[in-house]
């Protein structure tokens, strides 16, 4: 995963699970997307200020690798990687890995670019502070 990346911990709620007892394929997404949101706060970037100012970032792809499933209770890290790809897009590479043995569950990439009045992709310079 490149250099030390940002890591969010958190715990697997009961109403995230399916009737199988493992964590729901869709609720993975929640997980990867808050630890971004929780990225960008550590960066000094606040993702309803971006908004507000007009610095529309958007998911274009997002590729999951689901390697093992979550249970209710399961306490987990998901880490986060930034890097830019061509001169639009960033991409976050992220884990989740279960804390009581590390094992990894999913490797994610998310590709994301910033809209300029939500039609032309550009990448503002509030975005540098990723890199």
């Given at each position: 995963m490149g250099k030390t990346p940002f890591t969010a911990d958190l715990q697997v709620r009961d109403y995230e699970c399916d009737l199988q007892?493992?964590?729901?394929?869709?609720?993975?997404?929640?997980y990867l997307?808050?630890?971004?949101?929780?990225?960008?706060?550590?960066?000094?970037l606040d993702f309803a200020e971006l908004t507000a100012l007009g610095v529309i970032i958007v998911v274009i792809r997002a590729e999951l690798d689901y390697k093992q499933a979550l249970r209710p209770g399961d306490r987990f890290s998901v880490s986060v990687c930034v890097k830019k790809l061509g001169r639009l897009k960033v991409v976050f590479e992220q884990e989740i890995r279960r804390l009581s043995d590390n094992e990894l569950m999913l490797e994610a990439s998310i590709t994301a670019v910033s809209l300029k009045e939500g039609?032309?992709?550009?990448?503002?310079?509030?975005?540098e502070k990723l890199l």
């Amino acid at each position: 995963m490149g250099k030390t990346p940002f890591t969010a911990d958190l715990q697997v709620r009961d109403y995230e699970c399916d009737l199988q007892g493992i964590v729901n394929n869709a609720v993975y997404q929640h997980y990867l997307e808050h630890a971004r949101h929780e990225y960008l706060n550590s960066r000094g970037l606040d993702f309803a200020e971006l908004t507000a100012l007009g610095v529309i970032i958007v998911v274009i792809r997002a590729e999951l690798d689901y390697k093992q499933a979550l249970r209710p209770g399961d306490r987990f890290s998901v880490s986060v990687c930034v890097k830019k790809l061509g001169r639009l897009k960033v991409v976050f590479e992220q884990e989740i890995r279960r804390l009581s043995d590390n094992e990894l569950m999913l490797e994610a990439s998310i590709t994301a670019v910033s809209l300029k009045e939500g039609k032309r992709p550009y990448f503002p310079e509030e975005l540098e502070k990723l890199l």
